[in-house]
């Protein structure tokens, strides 16, 4: 069984930082590409940031760059996604996404960004 499970949202103010973690399990981690989407109330899916298999090729909309940075280690079957100066349009639901031949999902953590 395939299981995708993201953790380190919450609530942080303007400014502040997250590190978001997916733990990845039942999959053959280190062959899957890995990608963070954020959906926020009323708007669809977006794309935040990806990475490869060997985490040599990075890609970021462009509303983040500079500010994520996306990061894997094979070995605790782990993506990470660092946040940095937050702001209130960070906000929303983010998802981890890990893709081979199959697609999956995580179930999502929530960042709000707030003062």
């Known amino acids: 069984q395939v299981k995708l499970v993201e953790s380190g949202g919450g609530l942080v103010q303007p400014g502040g930082s997250l590190r978001l973690s997916c733990a990845a399990s039942?999959?053959?981690?280190?062959?899957?590409?890995l990608r963070w989407y954020r959906q926020a109330p009323g708007k669809g899916r977006e794309l935040v940031a990806g990475i490869r298999t060997g985490g040599g090729y990075t890609n970021y909309a462009d509303s983040v760059k500079g500010r994520f940075t996306i990061s894997r280690d094979n070995y605790k079957n782990t993506v990470y996604l660092q946040m940095n100066s937050l702001t209130p349009e960070d906000t929303a639901v983010y998802y981890c996404n890990a893709y081979y031949r199959s697609e999956y999902w995580g179930q999502g953590t929530q960042v709000t960004v707030s003062s």
């Open positions: 039942g999959i053959t981690f280190s062959i899957y590409g």
